[in-house]
């Protein structure tokens, strides 16, 4: 117990922006280090897989969405979309995440936001309501940033109403992958895998149907 508490400790004492200048050198050369592996490992078992895609006649291809999918299915989205262009993320700002917010810049990314629930949520989430009102779009994780499980939060929901930018939930399997530890047992695609991705209709959310969508929506996720 002793040293996973301190093992928590470390992990969240530093964030992105305050990494102590005697740690940057060890901390950009593991970032990028990481970066360029998910990049290897995505590009690998995108090209090598067959990706079936369900749903898209379900989006207008000249507007934005906020899209969804559980956690678990993280790996699985980075394998199957390869390019971001017009979306905005709003990122975990610990300096552990820096690897994955130059993974989603690589990818295309127009803008990583730092906040999630706990360290400036709130205010990461009025910035991407206004990136959400310019026309980007964003990907949210309703069970993130650590749980539990598969139970939604309502901030997309409030994020969606504010914006007026309609919710896309998703769904995602593979033929073959394995599952990472941790609360959200990660799923990671092996090459050469059948990856199937089913996008919902599109939920616009209003003052009169919040209760309703959060209910449409979480069955949506699977």
């Not at 970032?31 to 290897?40: D, E, G, H, K, Q």
């Not at 998703?170 to 991705?197: C, L, N, Y």
Request: hydrophobic share 40%; net charge positive; with cysteine.
């Amino acid at each position: 117990m002793k040293n996973r508490i301190m093992g928590n400790s470390f992990l969240y004492r530093y964030k992105v922006d305050n990494v102590p200048l005697i740690l940057q050198p060890v901390f950009y050369l593991y970032s990028y280090f990481v970066a360029l592996i998910l990049v290897v490992y995505t590009l690998i078992v995108h090209f090598t897989s067959k990706i079936e895609i369900v749903g898209q006649e379900h989006l207008d291809a000249q507007r934005n969405y906020i899209f969804c999918y559980w956690h678990t299915f993280v790996p699985l989205y980075g394998c199957v979309f390869l390019r971001n262009r017009s979306h905005v993320w709003m990122q975990h700002p610990f300096w552990f995440m820096k690897s994955i917010h130059l993974f989603l810049r690589f990818r295309g990314a127009k803008k990583i936001i730092l906040g999630s629930t706990g360290h400036s949520g709130r205010e990461a989430a009025d910035e991407l309501v206004e990136y959400l009102k310019k026309g980007y779009s964003t990907v949210l994780l309703p069970d993130g940033p650590s749980g539990p499980a598969f139970v939604a939060k309502k901030g997309m929901l409030h994020i969606s109403l504010q914006s007026q930018v309609p919710i896309v939930p998703m769904q995602f399997k593979a033929s073959k992958a394995f599952e990472s530890h941790g609360w959200d047992r990660k799923k990671w695609p092996m090459p050469f895998s059948t990856i199937k991705v089913r996008f919902g209709k599109p939920i616009l959310i209003s003052d009169d149907n919040i209760d309703e969508a959060y209910g449409e929506i979480t069955k949506a996720l699977g």
